[in-house]
């Protein structure tokens, strides 16, 4: 993983974690695959919650695409992968 986009990954989950926390959940990185997926893991209330899939599109994807426009996509594992 590439120290710097790694970085850049960070630093966007940390704008919009405290919307998550507030709600009893949180996010977690997992990978940046060499195709520009990010893969993160929700947890807490956000594990199963469902507005889980809007909360990853509408708020971390926009977040993470925000500082890093070349991300094609942001998905969801499951939180025991």
Avoid: W, Y
């Avoid at 426009?69 to 499951?78: F, L, M, Q, T």
């Amino acid at each position: 993983m590439n120290k710097e986009i790694e970085q850049k990954v960070l630093d966007a989950i940390e704008t919009i974690r405290p919307h998550l926390q507030a709600d009893g959940g949180d996010i977690e990185l997992v990978d940046i695959t060499e195709d520009d997926r990010v893969l993160v893991k929700l947890t807490g209330a956000c594990s199963d919650c469902s507005m889980s899939g809007m909360t990853l599109k509408a708020g971390i994807e926009h977040a993470i695409k925000s500082a890093l426009p070349h991300i094609k996509s942001v998905e969801a594992i499951p939180e025991d992968f």
